[in-house]
């Protein structure tokens, strides 16, 4: 499975955004998929996870109310909408897939296929 994630870009703080992240080859559509980012001099880290096919999910407290992900199973699609951004969210944000289960992982080190990095720049 090769992912894409599009849809960064540079906004104001209070601004909103959509990421999505699609598979460029293979299908993710039975897989438990999360976002991660990466900030600068900083590790990665889990924002939100979805479960196949999306009844369960999870959002890490700094983003838990401003961010939703979801997830468009017969398009192999999930997504990212970010509402009411802060200069703390600018970060490169990846997608991943997590090939051995359905439910909700929040562990990075199971997650098997990365996407490259979409970058989202706050500015204040």
């Known amino acids: 499975v090769q992912l894409q994630a599009s849809g960064g870009g540079l906004v104001q703080a209070g601004d909103s955004l959509r990421l999505s992240c699609a598979a460029k080859?293979?299908?993710?559509?039975?897989?438990?998929m999360g976002w991660f980012r990466q900030a600068t001099g900083r590790q990665r880290e889990l924002v939100a996870a979805i479960s196949w096919p999306g009844v369960r999910t999870f959002y890490s407290v700094p983003v838990r109310g401003r961010f939703t992900i979801s997830r468009d199973n017969i398009e192999s699609v999930v997504y990212l909408q970010m509402d009411s951004l802060k200069p703390e969210d600018t970060a490169l944000y990846y997608c991943a897939a997590e090939t051995n289960t359905q439910s909700v992982t929040t562990q990075i080190s199971d997650y098997d296929y990365w996407g490259q990095g979409t970058q989202v720049t706050v500015s204040s």
């Open positions: 080859e293979g299908d993710f559509s039975h897989y438990a």
